[in-house]
Structure formats: C-alpha cells, structure tokens
C-alpha cells in the first residue's frame, strides 16, 4: 500500500520577526490540536536554515485537506509567514523503499 504524507515548509515572511509570544502559544496549540485528531507525523524548528522556520508533516487523507491546515496556521494566517507543501512518498522496508 502507497504511504503519501504531506510537507509544509514554513518560510519566513518580512514580518517575521515581530511574531508575539501570543502567535506563537497559537502556533503550539494549533499543532497540539492537529497532534490530537492524529493528523501530524512529525513536526518542529530548524536551525541554521535562513529564511526557513520549520516544517509539519501531515497525515491527512488528501494534498487538498493538507493545505486547508496549512491556510489555517497562525503564522501563515498572520501574514509571518508562507509555506510550501509538498507531497511525499514514504519509502521504507516494507515496500523495499519503492524499488
């Protein structure tokens, strides 16, 4: 069976750099809610990374429902931020890492 999960970039916007405690206690219970209806599979910051915040990967059923949640992000909603989403193929030993 083909395992699809999807990849939000968070990219940095002009304004990221008067993101609030506020956006961001949104941003962590955005994500903890999302944990909660099991639509994330990994999650968090990067460092070293200009212009780069971090990324969410999404197990949801569609790339359609995937980018509603992206939409819906505090940091993308505030205008801190845009995102790339991207689709990605799992490979893993079971599906001899899509050979």
């Known amino acids: 069976m ?3 999960l999807y990849v939000m970039i968070i990219k940095k916007g002009k304004t990221y750099n008067k993101v ?3 956006v961001i206690e949104k941003h962590v219970e955005n994500l903890k809610k999302l ?3 099991g ?3 990994l999650c968090g910051p990067f460092k070293g990374y200009p212009g780069v915040a971090g990324m ?3 197990k949801t059923q569609s790339y359609e429902e995937a980018e509603s949640l992206c939409k819906l992000e505090p940091l993308v909603a505030g205008g801190y931020a845009s995102y790339t989403l991207a689709v990605l193929q799992v490979a893993h030993k079971d599906n001899n890492y899509l050979l």
């Open 2 to 4: 083909e395992k699809w």
């Open 20 to 22: 609030t405690k506020a």
């Open 35 to 37: 944990d909660a209806e």
């Open 39 to 41: 639509k994330i599979e």
């Open 56 to 58: 969410v990967i999404f």
